[in-house]
C-alpha cells in the first residue's frame, strides 16, 4: 500500500429520477444569477435542454445557450462559447451533454475567471483559485466528467488533446437523473459505458491506487458488468439500468480524478486526435490487450478485477481468471454490438507506429503498472488492430 496518498471527494453529487427538471433548490445555492447551457445539437434535439432551461429560469435567468459542441471538442470551441457566455455576463455554467460539453464547460470557466488563453493553463494544479461556479448534468454513462478534477480539449492545430488538471475543475453540483439518459442511442450507451469501465479497471491498477479510490473502482466495474448490457439494449425502458450506469459512472470518475488512468487512455487518447473513433469505443478495443500487457505486473489486482466482473474464481490460478476476464470484457462489447478491432473502427494500419509514438508521449503512461516503451505500444496497437 501507499505510505502517503491524497484522496478528494470533489463534487456535491445527486441522485433522482426527474431531478434535472426540479432543482431549483440545489441550484440556488451556488451563488449565480445569470445561467449559461452549455451542450450539443443532438442532447438540444432531444428536448432535454428546454426542460432543464424552464427548470432554471424558476429560479435564476438563462442568459444562453451554446448547442455548437463537436464530439470532440477543442480550444476554439471552447474560447469561442466562452466569448458568448461573456457577452451576456454568465456567472453559472449548466453543462448538459457527454464529456465533450462537460469538458467543454470546464474550459470556459477558467476563461471566464481568469481571462487570458486557455492554453496558458494547461497541465496539472495551474489554476490557483475557484472558477465560476458549475453545475454538471451527465446524458451518457459515461465520461464521469461531471465527477472529475479534468477536461480533456483538442488542440485544434496538432491534434493532440491537452490535459488540464485542478481540483477547482470539479463542478460544485453533479446532478445524475436517469431521464437524461433515456434517449441515448444504444452505441453510444456501450461506448461510454465501457469508458467507465475503462477508468474503474485503470484507477484499480494504476501506480497510483489507494483504498478509498480502490473501492470506488471496484463497485464501479461490479455495476457495469451488471447494468451495461440491459442500459445498452433496453435504454428508455429501463430506469433502473441506466440509474446504475450514471452513479457507476461517476464512482469511476471519482476514483479515476484521484488514482488517474493508465496506458489504454494514453492509445485512445492518441486514436481520438487523428481519427473520428469515440473515446469509449477506443478505450473498449484497447482495455483487453492492454490487461494482457499489464497483468503480469499486477497479477492479484486483475484477478481481483475479475471477481468483481463475475468471473468464477474458485480453485482457479490468477492466470486463468486473468484469461476469463479478457474474455468477458471482449463478449460485453460483443453482447453491445461494439466492434472489437481497431480495423473495424477505421483506424488503418499504416497509422499505428504514428500512434504508438503518441500514446508514448501521453501522460497517462505515468500512472500505467507496468512501463510501456514506444515499441510495447505497438505491440498493443497491432494486436487489437
Ligand atoms: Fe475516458
Known sequence: MQDFFEFRLTPRVMYKSGLAFDMSAELATLGGTKAFIVTDAGVLKSGL????REAISAVIEVVGVYSDVPPNSSVRVVEAAAAEAKAVGADILV????GSPLDTAKGMRIILT????????????VLERPLVPMVAIPTTAGTGSEATNFAVIKDDDNHVKLSFTSPYLAPELAILDPQMTATLPAHLAAATGMDALTHAVEAYVSVEHEPMSD????GAIEMVSNYLREATHQGGDNENARGQMLIASAMAGIAFTNAYV?????????????????????NSIFLPHVIVFNAPAEPERYSRIGRAFGVNTGGRSREEVIGDLVAAITQLALDCDL???????GVPED???????????DGALYHNPLPATAEDLLGILRAAW
Open 339 to 345: 466492434p472489437i478491432r481497431l480495423r473495424d473502427a
Open 95 to 98: 453543462a448538459i451533454g457527454g
Open 351 to 361: 497509422a499505428l507506429e504514428m500512434l504508438a509514438e503518441q500514446a508514448f508521449g
Open 49 to 52: 435542454v428546454d426542460r432543464v
Open 114 to 125: 481568469e481571462g487570458g488563453n486557455l492554453l496558458d493553463y494547461e497541465g496539472v494544479n
Open 215 to 218: 473501492a470506488l473502482a471496484l
Open 262 to 282: 493508465g496506458a489504454v487512455h494514453a492509445l485512445a487518447h492518441a486514436t481520438g486526435g487523428h481519427f473520428p473513433v469515440h473515446h469509449g469505443l477506443a
